[in-house]
């Protein structure tokens, strides 16, 4: 059974500086894994979407990898931001099936102090 | 277009007591899904549709039924409420082809 694991689940940084948000899963097997940020009281807005065949993908200051052999996936944070704060999460989808159906992790609270 | 919305955005229920959640959406999709989270848990798949009249069991599917009559509307409905089903109840859909899924905001459910 797939499970995935971000640690850690809190992290409170100064503004500007760089940081590495870290999520695990044991099944190496996905077909893709996606990063997605949850603000407090609204829905999961998606940030990066990785295939299984990729080793990274980025966006403006988010760049997100993906290390299948050893079941790991990471996303950069350049320069943060407070509007960088919210909670991240990541998601994997495994391959068979059409369902689209995500296992996702408990997600890691982020704050970036002004 | 207004994307995934959800009605209503929070709802205290006692024991035993039933409601609806509606879920609606005008991105033409054709997959809708429902999910819950709770904390110290990543959100786990309810039930789902693959299009207009059609749903399947997620992961965690006992004590709630659903129902896809339009595209455009996914229906979650608790028959006999209880407390282990307080949480987030998020709704979500996405494209035939696609990969990604839009959530709505979420609806807060307290079941007391």
């Known amino acids: 059974k797939q499970e995935v694991t971000q640690i850690p689940a809190a992290l409170s940084v100064p503004e500007g500086e760089n940081l590495v948000l870290n999520c695990s899963f044991t099944d190496s097997a996905i077909y893709n894994l996606q990063w997605f940020r949850q603000d407090p009281g609204k829905g999961l807005t998606s940030l990066l979407l990785i295939q299984s065949s990729q080793r990274e993908q980025t966006s403006g200051r988010l760049n997100a990898s993906l290390d299948k052999s050893s079941g790991r996936s990471t996303l950069y944070i350049a320069a943060s931001q407070p509007g960088d704060s919210a909670t991240y999460l990541c998601?994997?989808?495994?391959?068979?099936?059409?369902?689209?159906?995500?296992?996702f992790g408990t997600g890691t609270l982020l704050a970036v102090q002004p | 277009n207004a994307g995934v919305t959800q009605t209503p955005k929070f709802r205290v229920l006692k024991t035993g007591q039933s409601m609806t959640l509606l879920c609606a959406q005008d991105?033409?999709?054709?997959?809708m899904y429902w999910y819950r989270q709770d904390p110290g848990m990543g959100l786990r798949l309810i039930h789902y549709?693959?299009?207009?009249?059609?749903?399947a069991k997620g992961e965690v599917p006992d004590g709630y039924n659903v129902s896809r009559l339009k595209k455009q509307n996914f229906l979650l409905g608790l028959e006999s409420a209880a407390p282990s089903q307080t949480s987030v109840y998020f709704c979500?859909?996405?494209?035939?082809?696609?990969?990604?899924?839009?959530f709505g905001p979420g609806t807060r459910l307290l079941v007391l």
């Open positions: 998601a994997v989808k495994n391959y068979g099936g059409a369902t689209n159906k995500l296992i």
């Open positions: 549709s693959v299009g207009e009249g059609t749903t």
């Open positions: 991105m033409n999709h054709e997959y």
């Open positions: 979500a859909s996405r494209v035939w082809r696609g990969e990604t899924q839009y």
